[in-house]
C-alpha cells in the first residue's frame, strides 16, 4: 500500500425496506444515505471532494443511469463536486472503493464519499430475476433454466461435488448461521423471519429445489438499500479527528486491497482451473493479493471474514479459497465451528447477503462499513470480541469480478 487510506465512518439504509411501497424510490436512497453518512462522520458536504457511486442496474429496474450525478441532484450542497458511477455486478461499490482509494493515494483529492445503491423491490421478482442475467454473458451461457443465478452457483456445488464431495448439510448449516447472525443486526432484511425444523433441510416442501442443486434457504436475499463510507487521506483523517478530540486510532483504516477479473461465462472459469486446487484460482489470487498488500501471512492474521454469499455455495467456496481449511475441504470449517460466533474466524457476523440481504450495488460498501464497524468495537450485537483485522470478499456475477480489502484499526499513538 503507497499510503494509509482511513475510514471516517459511514451509514446503511434498512435493508427491510421497500422503497416503492413508500412512494420513494433510488434517489430518496441516495439522499438519506449521503446525508445521514455526512452526519456520522460529522462533515460538512464542502469537505467531500469527489463522490463514487456503485449501482449495477438502475437501467433496467428504475430506466435511471448517470446516477453520478444523482448525489448533487438530491444533495445540492454537493453540486460541482466530480462524481462518477462503477457498475461491476454486486461488486460495483467495491470498484468505487478501489477508484476513491487510488485518487487519495495519488494525492488527487484527501475526503471522498462512496455510495452503494440499488432498487429492486419496485419491480414484479420474475421481472427483477431477469435483469440480474445481464451480469451474465447473454446468449451464450449454455444453461438450460428458469433462474440463471440459482442455476450458475447450483453448478458450483455440483463441481464441488464432482472434485471433491459435498454433503448438502454442510450448505443447509451456512444458511442456518447467516440467518441466525441477521437475527441480531437491526438493519438486516431477515431479522424478523421465522423458520421451522425443516427449513435447513432438503425437505421440498420446506426447502424446496429452485433449480438443480440449489434450495430456496440457499439464496441470498435481493434486496432494496444503500451503504456508503467517507474515505480519507491520513493527513485529512488526523485533522478531522483532532477537531474531535480523538486519535487516529479510533478509525479504521484499509491495510490492503485485492482485485481480479475473468471472463463472464460461468462454464469457462470451471474449465480454466481443471487439474488446479482451486475451483477459482484468481479468487484465491485476490486474496493472497489483499493479504500481500496487508503485510500479513494469511486467515490466521484475520478475526473474521464478511464474504459473498449470494448463495450457501458462494461461500463453501470462500471458506477454502480463504484458507480456513484445505482446498475442496470446506465442509470442515462448517463442522468444527471455525465460522461461527465465538469461533476461530467468525464469517457474516452481519449475517451476510442471506441474512442481511443484497442490494447488488450496494454489497460491496457495506462490507466495508461492516468490516470497520468490527475492528472499532461499533458492531454491537454483532461484534465478535477483540476484533482487529478483518477481511472482505466481494464478487461480481459468476466471480468475473473479484475485490477483497484486509481494514485494521489504526495504530495506537496516532
Not at 47 to 76: C, D, K, T, W, Y
Not at 205 to 225: L, S
Not at 244 to 273: C, P, V
Amino acid at each position: 500500500m503507497s499510503a494509509p487510506v482511513y475510514i471516517l465512518g459511514g451509514y446503511q439504509t434498512d435493508f427491510a425496506k421497500a422503497w416503492s411501497r413508500h412512494g420513494q424510490d433510488i434517489s430518496d436512497m441516495v439522499r438519506e444515505t449521503t446525508l445521514q453518512t455526512l452526519d456520522a462522520c460529522t462533515l460538512e458536504p464542502q469537505a467531500i471532494e469527489s463522490i463514487h457511486v456503485g449501482n449495477a442496474f438502475g437501467e433496467l429496474q428504475r430506466q435511471q443511469a448517470h446516477l453520478g450525478s444523482m448525489v448533487a441532484q438530491v444533495v445540492p450542497e454537493l453540486w460541482g463536486v466530480p462524481a462518477m458511477r462503477h457498475e461491476g455486478a454486486c461488486a460495483s461499490s467495491s470498484l468505487g472503493i478501489l477508484s476513491a482509494m487510488a485518487e487519495i493515494e495519488a494525492g488527487r483529492y484527501a475526503c471522498v464519499l462512496v455510495l452503494g445503491a440499488e432498487e429492486f423491490k419496485n419491480l414484479p421478482g420474475d421481472q427483477a430475476s431477469q435483469n440480474q442475467n445481464s451480469a451474465a454473458w447473454q446468449g451464450h451461457e449454455d444453461i438450460d433454466c428458469k433462474f440463471m443465478w440459482p442455476a450458475v452457483f447450483g453448478l458450483l456445488a455440483q463441481e464441488y461435488d464432482a472434485r471433491y464431495g459435498l454433503d448438502r448439510k454442510h450448505l443447509n448449516r451456512i444458511a442456518e448461521l447467516n440467518y441466525a447472525n441477521a437475527r441480531r443486526n437491526p438493519k438486516a432484511q431477515t431479522r424478523n423471519w421465522q423458520f421451522d425444523a425443516l427449513s435447513f433441510t432438503d425437505d421440498d416442501a420446506a426447502n424446496p429445489v429452485i433449480e438443480p442443486g440449489t434450495r430456496r434457504q440457499d439464496c441470498g436475499q435481493i434486496t432494496d438499500g444503500a451503504c456508503a463510507v467517507v474515505l480519507a487521506s491520513e493527513r485529512f483523517a488526523k485533522a478531522h479527528q483532532a477537531r474531535m478530540g480523538k486519535s487516529l486510532s479510533d478509525l479504521a483504516h484499509i491495510a490492503g486491497w485485492g482485485h481480479r477479473n475473468a471472463g463472464l461465462r460461468a462454464r469457462d472459469k470451471l474449465e480454466h482451473s481443471r487439474g488446479q486446487s482451486y475451483v477459482f484460482p484468481h479468487v484465491r489470487q485476490t486474496i493472497e493479493d489483499a493479504w500481500r498488500r496487508a503485510g500479513v501471512a494469511g486467515i490466521d492474521a484475520m478475526s473474521g471474514i464478511e464474504t459473498h454469499d449470494c448463495f450457501t455455495t458462494t461461500q463453501y467456496m470462500a471458506i477454502d479459497h480463504l484458507g480456513l481449511t484445505p482446498a475442496g475441504q470446506s465442509w470442515q470449517a462448517v463442522e468444527d465451528g471455525s465460522i461461527e460466533r465465538g469461533g476461530r474466524c467468525p464469517v457474516n457476523m452481519s449475517g451476510g447477503l442471506i441474512g442481511a440481504g443484497h442490494p447488488v450495488g450496494a454489497t460491496g460498501v457495506r462490507m466495508l462499513f461492516d468490516a470497520a464497524r468490527q475492528v472499532t468495537g461499533q458492531a454491537e450485537d454483532c461484534q465478535i470480541e477483540g476484533a482487529s483485522r478483518i477481511q472482505t470478499l466481494n464478487i461480481g456475477g459468476s466471480c468475473g469480478t473479484v475485490v477483497s480489502f484486509v481494514v485494521e484499526r489504526a495504530a495506537q499513538g496516532n
